[in-house]
């Protein structure tokens, strides 16, 4: 069975620094898809990123970037130049297909230090 | 913009009431999925739908039951709540074909006491 696992409970940065979330995913399937999605206290869960298995190429938005290890099942969220906005719960996600359940990891909780 | 609404973002029920949750996306999304988000846990499944009147268990259903009789709507229903159904319940939605990514609704925060 497909499992998503976060390591880090909880982490923290200073406003305008950079931090990477972990994330490590288990699978027999060669194709699939990754996302990280964000959850602002007391706000709508939101997407940031997504990444598709089969594209060696890391995906980026903006400020955020993964590091997409297939082969280690790895992959794990970069923020440059944080801001208060980025102070969330960061949830890690896995889906085999556009139709299939997604699995989540347990989340981190990101503090952002003025 | 996708939009998915949740009927309430807070509910306080007693032990033994039947709860109904309700959710609406207004994207013609093919999938609606129902998760409870607990601390420590994330979000763990109860039921999905892929289709009309078409629905899977979920890694918790029990104690849960689902129906969607529109392609707009999706409901959860709890038949006998309990305190251990207190929870923070979020609907999602995510189109289907190609499209994996899930928009999710502001969640209910539903107290049994």
């Known amino acids: 069975a497909q499992t998503v696992t976060q390591s880090q409970p909880e982490m923290s940065v200073q406003e305008a620094e950079t931090v990477t979330l972990s994330c490590t995913y288990d699978?027999?399937?060669?194709?699939?898809?990754l996302f990280w999605y964000k959850q602002p206290p007391s706000r709508q869960m939101i997407l940031v990123i997504r990444q598709e298995a089969y594209k060696q190429q890391n995906a980026t938005e903006n400020r955020f970037s993964v590091n997409f290890q297939k082969a280690a099942k790895s992959f794990s969220l970069k923020i440059s130049d944080s801001q208060l906005g980025d102070a969330a719960m960061y949830f890690c996600a896995y889906r085999r297909t556009s139709y299939d359940k997604v699995i989540f990891g347990p989340g981190t909780s990101l503090s952002v230090i003025p | 913009d996708v939009k998915v609404t949740q009927s309430s973002r807070y509910l306080v029920k007693r032990t033994g009431e039947k709860v109904f949750l309700e959710c609406v996306q207004d994207m013609d999304h093919e999938n609606m999925f129902w998760y409870r988000q607990d601390p420590g846990l994330g979000l763990r499944l109860i039921y999905f739908s892929y289709d009309v009147k078409m629905k899977e268990k979920g890694d918790i259903p029990e104690g849960y039951s689902v129906s969607r009789e529109k392609k707009e709507r999706f409901s959860l229903i709890l038949e006998s709540a309990s305190t251990n159904q207190t929870s923070m319940y979020l609907c999602?939605?995510?189109?289907?074909?190609?499209?994996?990514?899930?928009?999710f609704g502001p969640g209910t925060r539903l107290t049994v006491t």
């Open positions: 699978t027999s399937e060669s194709d699939y898809y």
């Open positions: 999602a939605s995510s189109p289907g074909t190609g499209v994996p990514e899930q928009y």
